[in-house]
């Protein structure tokens, strides 16, 4: 039986959101309990008999008989969402309504709702941005940890507590259109974490993780098909995800190493994701709204452009961290300003940029900063100084991808 870790992950979020919109948020833990029975049931019978034709149809389908078996018993129908609650406790009404909330469009607005509804207002940002990752992109608690540079017990706490607070919620799935705007910051930066992650995989199985870039832009896709949703943010930040993505074929090689940017095979690159991302980053253009996620849509869309790595403007991209660094600083963003000023005025300036680089200490886990060290002294000549930074990263490296990448221009330095 072969069946990739994403699936259960993509099916988790939908079956989740499904049977919270019939459960109610006080049930969430009973709506995760049954996802978590229905993909152990999978395991078990798709090992004996091998996958069905529609794996996730099957799936839904026993959540879903679950479903109906649990809200037989009045007493949790009278628990469920308040919406819904007198559709469930006839026996004439509820398997419609239950059919009906595993419908595909149901499952889609399920999934909508249950993102925003992570977003409630007495959650702060961060917790609202576990939330998404833990209940409808099925991150486990260690990789959100990861993903916000936290530690596992600071994750839990935050995730219980939002937990409670959406317990007490009655109007999980009954948000008023009003609402979506003031969500939607929270909502854009998960999805953009969520990214990030496939992108720059902290796993320490794969430093890739492409089914969790396609698992965002599924869900930036649900986003602006929503008229309500359509924000020049929104098409900003699915640029940056398709023009990002174009770039994934090349960066690893045939036997699934790392390829450094500076080396992958342009003729790789998904030239469809990069007309997409581009159309997108037009639309995004729309408003007066200037976000990150238009600038690093642009810097992206900068580097696509380009027909050679030499052909790329770099005077542009510095320009372009230079905004980026007014309206959303951060050490990494500094870190990669600063590999930019170095591809337009040479590794010497390039240190001097990462040395004066404020909170330069956050950077102390970061794999990537030793490592452009490591590269920027290998220009200049330093092999030793090279190697020692790459010793130093390769200690840091998280995967076995990026330990082979280091390890590899670690040997380069010995024979240069």
């Known amino acids: 039986m072969e069946i990739e870790e994403h699936f259960f992950r993509h099916e988790s979020g939908r079956i989740v959101a499904a049977l919270t919109r019939l459960f109610g948020v006080g049930n969430l833990a009973l709506a995760e309990d049954v996802t978590q029975d229905a993909f152990c049931r999978a395991m078990e019978t798709w090992k004996l008999r091998g996958l069905p034709k529609n794996p996730s149809a099957w799936l839904m389908t026993v959540a879903k008989n679950r479903a109906l078996d649990i809200l037989r018993r009045k007493h949790t129908a009278r628990a469920a969402e308040p919406e819904l609650t007198r559709f469930l406790e ?106 990030n992650e496939g992108y720059h995989g902290s796993s320490p199985e794969a430093a890739v993780r492409m089914e969790l870039c396609q698992e965002a832009i599924l869900l930036i896709n649900l986003l602006i098909e929503q ?22 074929p090349a ?11 500076f080396e992958q095979d342009r003729s790789l690159w998904d030239h469809n994701l990069i007309a997409e991302g581009q159309a997108l980053l037009d639309l995004s253009a729309s408003g007066t709204e200037l976000t990150r996620y238009h600038i ?49 005025d040479g590794p010497e300036q390039g240190l001097r ?45 998280r995967s076995t991808m990026e330990r082979n990448f280091l390890q590899r221009r670690i040997d380069t330095c010995k024979k240069s």
């Not at 050679?308 to 660094?325: A, G």
Request: proline share 4%.
């Open 251 to 261: 960066r690893l090689d045939g036997s699934d190493n790392l390829v450094s940017f």
């Open 296 to 344: 690093e849509a642009a810097i992206a869309a900068m580097h696509t452009s380009a027909a050679r790595s030499e052909d790329t403007d770099w005077k542009q991209i510095v320009s372009l961290y230079d905004m980026l660094m007014a309206i959303h600083p951060s050490p990494v963003i500094a870190l990669n300003r600063a590999i930019a000023i170095a591809q337009l």
């Open 227 to 248: 008229p309500v949703l359509v924000t020049p943010r929104s098409y900003a930040l699915a640029a940056l995800m398709y023009l990002n993505a174009a770039r994934l």
């Open 90 to 195: 006839s026996e004439w009404t509820l398997v419609p309504t239950v059919e009906e909330a595993f419908s595909a469009r149901a499952v889609k607005d399920s999934q909508l709702r249950m993102m925003f509804s992570c977003c409630h207002p007495r959650i702060s940002e961060e917790a609202q941005i576990a939330l998404i990752l833990h209940i409808l992109c099925g991150f486990n608690v260690m990789e959100i940890a990861q993903a916000f540079m936290s530690s596992h017990a600071a994750i839990e706490q935050r995730i219980t507590r939002a937990k409670k607070i959406l317990a007490e919620s009655t109007t999980l799935f009954d948000l008023d259109d009003t609402e979506f705007p003031s969500r939607l910051s929270a909502v854009l930066q998960a999805l953009y974490l969520l990214f």
């Open 353 to 397: 940029e990462i040395g004066v680089i404020h909170d330069l200490h956050r950077l102390s886990s970061y794999p990537f900063y030793p490592a452009a060290l490591g590269e920027l002294e290998f220009r200049r000549g330093n092999y030793p100084v090279a190697k020692a930074h790459f010793s130093s990263a390769l200690a840091l490296a």
